[in-house]
């Protein structure tokens, strides 16, 4: 029988978790679900754990489930634990949007100089979390989704030493049903091939004869006579430029819009930022509204008002990989996992986003190889920003910090990258126990 504990249990994507587990019950032996928050997180965490043992009840089922704020409690023995939790709530995340922008730069949360923030905020955490399970659940396997997944993932392998981690997103989901809904092909009679890093990943695409339909899917999706599609609740649907996808040969993820139309997307968010509705600021409401619906003890069911969030399919990540382990399924997914060669043109030791099936021991990532020139400057670059802001944020390393802000391509270099920096340092100094 299984225990899963789940961190940030008091997020508004829990009742996704639940019907995601509800949903594979015949495959998932559970006997306990633990509920994991903080003292700031306490109502939240009351609200949605209720919520959640409604949907258990109406399924007829007799999975226990515990709200609690003692991590230590829920980790005791635990075969998987999840992690979904974000250090200072929305309210960081609105600093790390807005800060950016009232200098007129991208304050994106998972990639701009907002994400490096997060992920300054998120690593300390993750490896306590790891300290802990060493002591109270030493051969459990880690589910991280909290963002920024890729470099908090890297983290908590490289730096944490907790090789049985799996980082998961929800993007990757979508690109494959875009595909099939763009090629009138079912899902499963596709192969798909996903590389690259964490909310900066390509892919391809080969149908049942052995075909290739990645170019196709780029004029499909992304031509002239089309409207560019973002499947994503969270990003700004500006069109690609379609010539330039077309050159690259692969098909981009939608968070490649904050770089290859920089300008565009800045442009959007500034018009955001100036009438107070940043996505943080959006995303308040939208929780709120749906806190306000898991108030309702009549509620037993995921409401449709939470596909509003980005992280749609997210369970179909999380508790498909779970099960996927459990059963030696061996799922076709998409992991942030150890490189080891997967990608040539990266280190073998850092965490790649990467396709293969997700077998007992884990995922095996299908050989990927070497990325045509003109991505694999920008990924070296990402991924050394990447393994600069882990080295940053353990070592609370000003030097390291300001040489990640120097290099990521969302943040102008010099005195612009310093003074965000400082004031970044500044506003988020409760959460920032390294620095
Ligand atoms: P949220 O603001 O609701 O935070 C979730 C919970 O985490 C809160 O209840 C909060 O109190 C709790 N928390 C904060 N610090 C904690 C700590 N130290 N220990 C335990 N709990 C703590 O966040 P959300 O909008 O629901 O998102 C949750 C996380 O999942 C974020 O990090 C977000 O970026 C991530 N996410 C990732 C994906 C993906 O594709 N990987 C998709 C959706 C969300
Ligand atoms: C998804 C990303 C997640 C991210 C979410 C943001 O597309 O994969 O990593 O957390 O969008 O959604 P939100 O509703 O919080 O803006
Ligand atoms: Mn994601």
């Given at each position: 029988a299984l225990k899963i504990a789940t961190i940030?249990?008091?997020?508004?994507?829990t009742p996704e978790l639940i019907e995601g587990y509800i949903k594979r019950k015949d495959e998932l032996p559970i006997k306990e679900i633990w509920l994991v928050d903080i003292e700031a997180g306490k109502e939240k965490l009351e609200t949605v754990g209720a919520m959640a043992k409604r949907m258990v009840k109406a399924a007829g089922l007799d999975w226990e489930v515990h709200l609690t704020l003692d991590r230590r409690a829920a980790l005791k023995d635990a075969d998987f634990v999840s992690t979904q939790f974000r250090v200072g709530l929305l309210d960081a995340r609105i600093k790390d949007e807005r800060i950016p922008l009232s200098h007129g730069v991208l304050g994106q949360e998972t990639n701009g100089a907002g994400g490096m923030f997060k992920a300054f905020r998120t690593i300390p955490v993750i490896l306590g979390i790891i300290e802990d399970m060493k002591e109270l659940c030493p051969d459990a396997w880690l589910v991280n989704f909290t963002n920024p997944a890729g470099m908090v993932t890297e983290a908590a392998i490289?730096?944490?030493?907790?090789?049985k981690t799996a980082g998961l997103c929800n993007v990757p989901i979508g690109h494959r049903k875009q595909a099939a809904e763009k090629l009138g092909?079912?899902?499963?009679?596709l192969f798909f091939k996903f590389a690259g890093i964490n909310h900066f990943h390509w892919h391809r695409v080969w149908d049942k004869q052995g075909n290739e339909r990645t170019q196709e899917l780029i004029d499909l999706?992304?031509?002239?006579?089309?409207?560019?599609?973002?499947?994503?609740?969270?990003?700004?649907?500006a069109p690609f430029h379609y010539e330039q996808i077309k050159d690259l040969g692969m098909l981009p993820c939608g968070y490649h819009r904050y770089y290859y139309i920089e300008d565009e997307m800045l442009k959007h968010s500034i018009e955001e930022f100036e009438k107070g509705e940043t996505r943080a600021q959006v995303v308040k409401e939208t929780e709120a509204r749906l806190f306000e619906l898991y108030k309702d003890p009549n509620l037993d069911y995921k409401p449709k008002?939470?596909?509003?969030?980005?992280?749609?399919?997210y369970s179909d990540a999380a508790c498909e990989l779970i099960a996927s382990i459990h059963n030696d399924k061996r799922t076709d997914m998409v992991v942030s996992t150890e490189n080891n060669g997967t990608?040539?043109?990266?280190?073998?030791d850092c965490v790649v986003e990467v396709s293969g099936p997700v077998t007992a021991h884990g995922h095996e990532p299908y050989n990927w190889g070497a990325f045509p020139p003109a991505a694999r400057g920008i990924i070296q670059v990402m991924k050394g920003m990447e393994e600069t802001v882990i080295r940053a944020a353990i070592d609370g390393d000003y030097g390291a910090a300001l040489h990640a802000f120097t290099i990521n391509p969302l943040v102008p270099g010099g005195s612009m990258a310093k003074t965000l920096l400082d004031e970044l340092l500044i506003a988020h100094k409760d959460h920032l126990p390294n620095f």
């Open positions: 940030g249990g008091g997020s508004s994507y490289k730096h944490g030493g907790w090789k092909i079912p899902e499963e009679d999706i992304y031509g002239p006579q089309e409207d560019s599609e973002s499947h994503l609740k969270n990003i700004h649907n008002e939470l596909e509003q969030r980005g992280g749609t399919h990608i040539t043109d990266l280190p073998y």
